[in-house]
């Protein structure tokens, strides 16, 4: 088999960035995706229906086949008209950062039980909760499972609200998803598919694998791959793509973030096929997400084609994962 049609990739997370940044990576970007769920921690965040409009009209006129689903960032002083409006205005989910977690998080929460009244109305309004499940004051590598206990509350305390758990780094966090009640669903990266720490700090300082949550012991990553290969629909893709600068990676402290939008589709059909699973991809990457969100699936599709070809080491000056390696698979 030396074509493979699937359909046209939708992403559940995605850096876009902003000002001269925006145009280039959104063009990477929609030559790999028909839709993606535009994440709001730009400066200033997106958190009114204006700049929610705004940014999302910044993003079509970059891109003429590509439909960005926009967010909001959460915060404990929404009023359901703002929601109601935000609403209208196209926004699809709410994305809870908790305070200084990662890039562009300091206005981010620290009560949980401080955004219940909102979390209310977006489960009344229909909002997705998108949520970077880590606990900032946590060890580093604990992070991610010292949060699960606030997910369970907020899925338990509003079950009709969808939630999902944002790039799945842990066997801890795969489990509790797993075994969640319905309205939780999960993303999971090409990234944390393919790396650990080991490929972080192991040997030489790798700045342009360094993101949150880190990458983290192979038995988190079997856990991962187990997830995206489980065939669940609670399960789907997300990139986490966050572009930053080479320079902005390279020096101290480096920024967080790993750029994959221009090889996720690839990397993610090499990844499927060597665990023989390709028969989940389409799903993966083009149905559970939809079907979780309330969208349409999508019918249009792309192909790939069975040619090695070398990553390029920069796209728009930020390094994507996968720099200069071969991959197998290439976009037609
Ligand atoms: C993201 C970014 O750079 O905006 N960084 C990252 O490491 N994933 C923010 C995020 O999603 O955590
Ligand atoms: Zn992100």
Redesign the pocket.
């Known amino acids: 088999m030396n074509d493979l049609i699937l359909p046209l990739p939708d992403d559940f997370?995605v850096?876009l960035r902003q000002d001269e940044a925006l145009a280039g990576y959104v063009s990477d970007y929609a030559e790999q995706f028909g839709r993606g769920l535009v994440?709001p921690?730009t400066i200033p965040p997106i958190t009114t229906p204006e700049l929610l409009l705004d940014y999302k009209q910044k993003i079509l006129a970059s891109a003429s086949r590509f439909e960005p689903l926009m967010t909001f960032k959460l915060h404990a002083a929404y009023s359901r008209d703002t929601l109601e409006k935000m609403k209208a205005s196209g926004a699809a989910a709410g994305k809870y950062?908790p305070a200084g977690?990662?890039?562009?998080?300091q206005d981010g929460i620290s009560e949980l039980e401080s955004v219940f009244p909102v979390l209310e109305m977006m489960e009344d309004l229909g909002f997705v909760l998108s949520i970077?499940g880590e606990e900032p004051s946590a060890f580093c590598l604990d992070r991610e499972s010292a949060f699960i206990w606030r997910v369970e509350r907020i899925a338990e305390r509003f079950p009709k609200l969808k939630v999902v758990f944002?790039?799945l780094s842990t066997a801890a966090a795969v489990d509790f998803v797993l075994n969640a009640p319905e309205n939780v669903a999960a993303t999971i990266t090409v990234h944390h598919l393919m790396l650990t720490l080991d490929d972080v700090i192991g040997d030489g300082l790798q700045p342009h694998h360094?993101?949150?949550?880190l990458p983290k012991f192979p038995a988190d990553r079997e856990a991962v791959r187990a997830a995206a290969f489980s065939g669940r629909s609670k399960i789907f893709f997300g990139s986490?793509s966050?572009p930053?600068p080479r320079e902005k990676k390279e020096c101290a402290p480096g920024?967080?973030?790993?750029y994959t939008a221009p090889v996720a589709i690839p990397l993610l059909a090499e990844i499927f096929e060597n665990a023989g699973k390709l028969s989940l991809l389409p799903d993966f990457i083009g149905g559970f997400g939809a079907d979780f969100y309330g969208l349409p699936r999508t019918s249009e599709s792309i192909t790939l084609v069975r040619e090695p070809w070398v990553v390029p080491d920069s796209y728009h000056g930020a390094v994507p994962l996968a720099a200069g390696k071969t991959l197998q698979w290439k976009l037609k």
């Open positions: 997370h850096h994440m921690n950062y977690v990662t890039t562009n998080s970077h944002e790039h360094f993101c949150k949550p986490d966050a930053h920024a967080a973030g790993v």
